[in-house]
């Protein structure tokens, strides 16, 4: 699949299921970022991802199923493994996420599992890992 967009810059699409606190964060540091459409199916976020070069930052489970979604099919997952209730928790990882992964090459083809206090970095399989 043909990206549309350079990797240089590191570009978020939030999921519908994620906070506007989290939007406005993410705005507040200078980075590009957009939301998921309400109503979107997960393979047309997926498709974005991939087109536009966008980590996808969800509390959906399904996006780390590389069965469903290998690394051909989206450009990378971070997984929000903080409850919704817990923002400052959430604001303070996901900061500190984005002190050790400066730019779109640290994040392409991994999955990001965000936990309070702790983060786990996985590689995507591709197609032929996944089957």
């Given at each position: 699949m043909l990206s549309l967009v350079s990797k240089d810059k590191l570009r978020f699409l939030l999921d519908e299921n994620v906070k506007k606190e989290l939007l406005m964060f993410i705005n507040s540091k200078g980075y590009?970022?957009?939301?998921?459409?309400r109503g979107f199916s997960n393979g047309k976020l997926a498709s974005i991802s991939k087109l536009e070069n966008r980590v996808l930052v969800t509390n959906d489970k399904h996006f780390t199923d590389s069965s469903?979604?290998?690394?051909?099919?989206?450009?990378s997952v971070i997984w929000l493994k903080i409850p919704q209730?817990?923002?400052d928790s959430l604001l303070t990882s996901f900061?500190?996420?984005l002190k050790k992964l400066k730019d779109s090459e640290d994040f392409e083809g991994k999955l990001i599992v965000l936990k309070e206090q702790e983060l786990e970095i996985l590689e995507i399989p591709s197609l032929s890992q996944a089957a």
């Open positions: 590009d970022v957009k939301t998921a459409p469903i979604f290998p690394r051909e099919y989206i450009f209730d817990k923002l900061s500190e996420l």
